[in-house]
């Protein structure tokens, strides 16, 4: 075996290179933090060719006194902490102290700096980690850093670096999110000597994601703001209508740095339950602020993990600002008005919220502006209101096997509210309920909306107290395949937490015992088929709670009406009086919306009106 030898100073740099410096992308983060952390109130990025060439960032901050220059280039330098303690209250973006030596390690550096109050500047080159001597030269106040040929000492790096299209979206993205995180500062970037982006100092945070992220979208977002203690919540979410499908555009900012955060991504997939489809992500852009010492901030090299001290308390904050909001939100969809084309949906959320980082507003109200078809039209329902319902939507039966069961005489079928001021709805290929408002026309999603209104009325009785279930007369074996019964009795402690009892019968076979009453009329076979789908997802168990709410899915699917049904002027009516009392009444659980509003502009537009 080799004898046990101490690295070089330049082995190890090459080494923390590798851990920081994975492509230009993160030269441009690092040079940009600490120009920021430098007080600049002006960044200039230029690249070429991607970052693989070139990577220039000058800013107007403080600059480097000539003495500090050695050190600015070596390895675990800082003038951000002093001690081990700094590390647990850490105020700036860079603090440990290794982004420009381990960049020179790998690049041709050159550092010109000129602090306020000096004569001149100075300038010091460092190849491949060796520094040349320091020279005066003539610069205005601040810090410029080029790094050319990135990795063009070890060339197995410079191999692995995708097309110059890629890298530079990369660093397009590493640009986004300081600037995003700090809208108070000017910022530009610069591709080939071509300007990409200049988003001008204290524009309102929603134009800056304007410019960034196109108008269609900033359109849409919602504001949000939360305060818990010492920790604020603001920022905004995207209206439903928005989302991708990945988790790329969910924006979270802690004290003005970019973090990624599993714990809080989960929050946001719950804040958006029943909300989008499977396999779509939410688009948000929230910022925390919060004291340092309630968060470690060194995790990772590349900083953006994070701990926090009480997660679970960030965790509820963020999930219960944006359920509270969503809740008071119209979330329906409808047609762009103006300048979209046929087909383009958006949300009546647009334009709404505030637009100043602050969080003071402009005084724009939070109420629709122009349209308030939904609010009439499914305004909240009593029986003081009218004569008590003659059919209820969950009484109705199952329809025949080949989900074509109609009912009633043919032609459109027509409902009209009782109440002071009534609605009339008519029903059309026995699948979409048509209404009029004073704002325009409101399609509804028959098989949608019922859709919503049983899965919350069904859990609402669960959370009400204990899961119900019932004894089968005849216990039902069940087939499965070797894999699928041990998975089965492996979790038989949380499938009879559900009501569903099972126990061994030998080979593959299980015997099912109970099933839930709410679950009654699904087959034992097909309920148990979906509960182990849902166990085998995830790769590990899930709790009673996303379990449950999968086959609340199931049977609410199963027992609304299909498109196809024909409904009866009470089914109708009926079915339109209870969607005020669903709290996401605007989709369906699958995430599909259950309305959408045609405005009357829309309307006049399509026939040549104006």
């Known amino acids: 075996m080799p004898a046990i030898q101490q690295l070089s100073p330049h082995v190890v740099n090459k080494i923390a290179a590798g851990e920081v410096i994975e492509r230009p992308a993160s030269v441009v983060k690092e040079l940009m933090e600490n120009a920021l952390d430098a007080g600049a109130t002006r960044v200039d ?125 990369h660093v397009a993205e ?20 071509r300007l990409v982006q200049e988003l001008p100092a204290g524009e ?42 990945n988790a790329r555009m969910q924006y979270l900012f802690l004290n003005g740095r970019f973090i990624r955060d599993r714990s809080l991504q989960h929050a946001l997939g719950e804040a958006y339950r029943g909300l989008l489809l499977t396999g779509r992500q939410p688009i948000t852009y929230l910022s925390f602020k919060m004291p340092p010492d309630v968060v470690d901030v060194n995790v990772h090299p590349t900083k953006l993990e994070v701990r926090f001290q009480d997660g ?30 046929v087909g383009e949906l958006e949300s009546p959320a647009s334009g709404w919220g505030r637009t100043d980082w602050s969080g003071q507003g402009n005084g724009t109200s939070l109420l629709p502006g122009n349209g308030h078809a939904a609010a009439e039209l499914f305004a909240p329902w009593s029986p003081a209101d009218s004569a008590p319902l003659e059919v209820t939507l969950l009484d109705r039966p199952f329809p025949a096997g080949n989900g074509q069961a109609s009912h009633g005489p043919p032609g459109p079928t027509v409902a009209r509210f009782d ?17 009029e408002s004073d704002d325009g026309v409101v399609v509804i999603d028959q098989h949608a909306l019922h859709e919503r209104i049983l899965y919350e009325q069904l859990k609402k009785r669960i959370l009400a107290g204990p899961l119900e279930s019932q004894r089968l007369l005849v216990p039902e ?25 099972i126990q ?77 009392l669903a709290q996401d009444a605007h989709h369906c659980p699958h995430g599909r919306p259950t309305a959408l509003v045609f405005t009357r502009e829309e309307l006049d537009r399509q026939f040549r009106r104006t």
């Open 312 to 341: 679970g308390r960030i965790y509820s904050q963020l999930l219960g600002a944006l359920r509270t909001k969503f809740l008071s939100t119209d979330l329906t969809a409808r047609l762009q008005p103006v300048g979209a084309g």
């Open 504 to 580: 061994p019968f030998g080979g593959d076979t299980v015997l099912v015992l109970s099933q839930p009453v709410l679950l009654a009329r699904v087959k034992v076979k097909e309920l148990l088929a979906e509960a182990l789908e849902k166990l085998q997802s995830g790769g590990k168990a899930p709790d009673r709670k996303d379990l449950l709410d999968e086959l609340l899915h199931m049977m609410s699917c199963k027992a609304a009406v299909k498109a196809g049904d024909r409904l009866a002027a009470t089914e109708i009516q009926a079915l339109l009086q209870q969607r005020h």
């Open 45 to 169: 990025v230029a690249v070429e060719q991607g970052g693989l060439e070139l990577i220039r960032v000058s800013d107007n901050g403080c600059g480097i006194p000539p003495e500090e220059f050695a050190l600015a280039v070596a390895s675990h330098a800082t003038s951000k902490i002093s001690d081990a303690d700094d590390l647990f209250r850490v105020g700036t973006l860079g603090f440990r102290g290794e982004a420009l030596a381990s960049i020179a390690a790998v690049s041709r550096l050159m550092l010109r700096s000129k602090p306020r109050g000096a004569e001149a500047a100075a300038e010091l080159e460092v190849v491949g980690g060796q520094a040349s001597e320091l020279i005066p030269c003539g610069a205005p106040i601040g810090t410029t850093l080029e790094v050319r040929t990135l990795f063009f000492n070890t060339p197995v790096r410079r191999k692995f670096l995708k097309s110059t299209q890629t890298e530079m979206g």
């Open 419 to 435: 109440g002071p001021q009534p609605v009339p709805a008519i029903q059309i290929h026995n699948r979409y309920l048509i209404a």
């Open 204 to 245: 309102p945070w929603l134009e800056r994601i304007r410019r960034l992220h196109g108008s269609e979208l900033a359109d849409a977002l919602i504001w949000v703001e939360s305060a818990d203690g010492d920790v604020e919540l603001a920022g905004y979410a995207a209206d439903p209508s928005q989302s991708r499908n």
């Open 174 to 193: 590493a640009f986004t999110r300081l600037a995003l995180a700090h809208p108070q500062i000017h910022f530009t970037l610069r591709h080939n000597e």
């Open 477 to 501: 074996p069940v087939d499965l395949s070797t894999s699928e019964a041990a998975l089965a009795l492996e979790h038989r402690e949380t499938l009879e937490q559900l009501g569903l009892e």
